[in-house]
């Protein structure tokens, strides 16, 4: 089965009725749920993504894959979950993840990176560098 544009057009409608800066918000607060329990380093590509995500400059579509990446990664209902299907379970997410970075991976300016140092800082404290 061929996917046209007809076969799309509803739920990038739907897409473009979302209260994108409340959903932003709750997806904020899921992302700070997720870093207290996985850590700096795993937090970081989801808070890059977010920031993505709120750029004025992202496209509706993009805005549609990042979210439904971070959503699919962090949230704990899967495909595959990891408790039944171990490494499968992970690879699903591993997936889901780079298939939105493929997409937004050139979108991710120096400034994001700034932010998502800032907010890990404020989350985890300051970066220590081992001399």
Same mark, same amino acid.
């Given at each position: 089965?061929? %996917? ?6 509803p739920i ?5 009725r979302?209260?994108?800066n ?7 607060? *899921? ?5 207290k329990?996985?850590? +700096? ?17 992202t496209?509706? +579509?993009?805005?549609?894959?990042i979210?439904?990446? %971070?959503?699919?990664?962090i949230l ?5 979950? +990891?408790?039944?299907?171990k490494?499968?379970g992970?690879?699903?997410?591993i997936?889901?993840?780079? *298939?939105?970075?493929? +997409? ?5 300016t ?10 890990l ?10 001399v």
């Open positions: 089965m061929k %996917i046209t544009p007809d076969m799309l057009r990038i409608e739907h897409f473009e979302i209260n994108w409340a959903e932003m918000n709750n997806v904020f607060e *899921l992302l700070k749920k997720y870093a329990r996985a850590g +700096r380093v795993a937090a970081k590509p989801m808070l890059q993504f977010y920031y993505v995500m709120i750029d004025e400059n496209t509706m +579509r993009d805005k549609a894959l979210y439904g990446s %971070i959503i699919y990664v704990p209902g899967d495909l595959l979950p +990891r408790s039944v299907f490494f499968l992970i690879v699903d997410d997936g889901a993840f780079m *298939l939105a970075y493929n +997409r937004v991976k050139n979108k991710i120096p400034a994001i990176n700034s932010k998502v140092e800032e907010t800082d404020e989350w985890f404290g300051s970066k220590c560098e081992v």
